[in-house]
């Protein structure tokens, strides 16, 4: 398949919105799901860390990948976000399509 998800976080329901809202008005992304909270244990700067964040889910085209980190790395508050992306092997075939038509138009 020609299309990916990607899967991010943010640290608050503002960032995450902005962050998609550019996303889709660029058409870089068809579609993005947020979710409002999610706990987060990770290991940063030499110690367990634990906090609240936003978890988000894009889809789009394997092609836009890069374009789409990038942008979301200049958008992000983040020193070093969470923004990695799975490519999509199997699904309905009308929404993979819808996904390529959404983003045929990208603004990048």
């Known amino acids: 398949m020609q299309t990916a998800v990607i899967y991010m976080t943010a640290g608050s ?17 068809a579609c993005v799901n947020i979710f409002p909270q999610i706990e987060s244990v990770y290991y940063w700067n030499n110690a367990v860390q634990r906090n609240n964040e936003i978890a988000f889910i894009a889809k789009t085209r394997q092609s836009l990948v890069p374009q789409v980190i990038e ?7 983040y020193e070093v976000p969470c923004v990695v992306s799975l ?9 993979i399509q819808w996904i390529l038509d959404e983003t045929a138009d990208c603004k990048l």
């Open 13 to 29: 329901i503002e960032e995450a919105r902005k962050i998609a809202d550019e996303l889709i008005g660029k058409r870089l992304c």
């Open 71 to 77: 942008e979301v790395k200049r958008l992000h508050s």
């Open 87 to 95: 490519p999509i092997e199997r699904g309905n075939p009308h929404f």
